[in-house]
Structures are given as C-alpha cells and as structure tokens.
C-alpha cells in the first residue's frame, strides 16, 4: 500500500457547540493519509494515473468551507465519506483539529480511519 498524504489543510468554516461559534468562522486544519498504488503514475509520469492531491484539497476546501457542522467527528467522518466515494480511495486516515480550542493546548481534535488497508505489494 502507498499513501499520499496531505498536511495541515487549513479552511475557515463554522463549526462548534456554542451559540457564539455558530456566528463566526473559525479555521481547522486537516490531515489527510490517503491509500493508493502509486506504481501505474510513477510509470507513466501521468497525473491522470495518479491521485491528484490537488483535486482532492481543492474539494475540501470548498466542501469544509460550506459545511456548519457542530463536532469535529462529524466533519472527520463526513470528509472520509467524501474522499472515499468521490476519488475511490479505499482507505483513509483523517485528522481534524482546531487550533486554540482549548486554552493551554496548541490544537484539539480527532483522528478516524475508514476503509480497508490494501495490502502490499508482494504480500
């Protein structure tokens, strides 16, 4: 199995419990581990062959920005749902954070993993 992965992603969206969160837009920041087999792109050098991790932010970016989700799991599933139906991504490591959430730490939030691991080559 190989990964392309994306770190840090950050998008203003609005998301929280509290009625004051629901009024303003806050930044979270989301890392992406993202199964594939990057054998067939490495070979022909064609972006077309490969998962392109700008396609995958780009959409993210609009999808994150539109959504008013309370929970930090909530966005983390619905994003793996999105990467593994849109882009046929059989496994999916999602990290979801807000920076500053809670005072004394750097940043809050969820790791979840969907999907099945493809085994290796070789195995």
Same mark, same amino acid.
């Given at each position: 199995?190989?990964?392309?992965?994306?770190?840090?992603?950050r998008?203003?969206?609005?998301?929280g419990?509290?009625?004051?969160?629901?009024?303003?837009r806050?930044?979270v920041s989301?890392?992406?581990e993202?199964a594939?087999?990057?054998?067939?792109a490495?070979a022909?050098d064609?972006i077309?062959?490969a998962?392109?991790y700008?396609?995958?932010?780009?959409?993210?970016i609009?999808? =994150?920005?539109e $959504?008013?989700?309370q929970? &930090?799991?909530?966005l983390a /599933?619905?994003?793996?749902?999105l990467? @593994?139906? %849109?882009f046929g991504?059989?496994w999916?490591r =999602?990290?979801? $954070?807000?920076?500053g959430? &809670?005072?004394?730490?750097? /940043?809050?939030?969820?790791v979840?993993? @969907?999907? %099945?691991?493809?085994?290796?080559r070789?195995s």
């Amino acid at each position: 199995m190989d990964i392309v992965f994306l770190r840090e992603l950050r998008v203003e969206t609005v998301i929280g419990i509290f009625e004051w969160e629901r009024r303003i837009r806050q930044v979270v920041s989301l890392d992406l581990e993202m199964a594939t087999d990057v054998a067939r792109a490495a070979a022909s050098d064609a972006i077309e062959d490969a998962l392109d991790y700008k396609a995958v932010a780009k959409r993210l970016i609009q999808f =994150v920005g539109e $959504s008013r989700f309370q929970l &930090v799991e909530t966005l983390a /599933e619905r994003v793996a749902a999105l990467l @593994r139906e %849109e882009f046929g991504i059989p496994w999916v490591r =999602v990290t979801v $954070s807000k920076p500053g959430a &809670v005072r004394g730490a750097r /940043e809050v939030g969820v790791v979840i993993e @969907r999907g %099945e691991r493809p085994a290796g080559r070789g195995s």
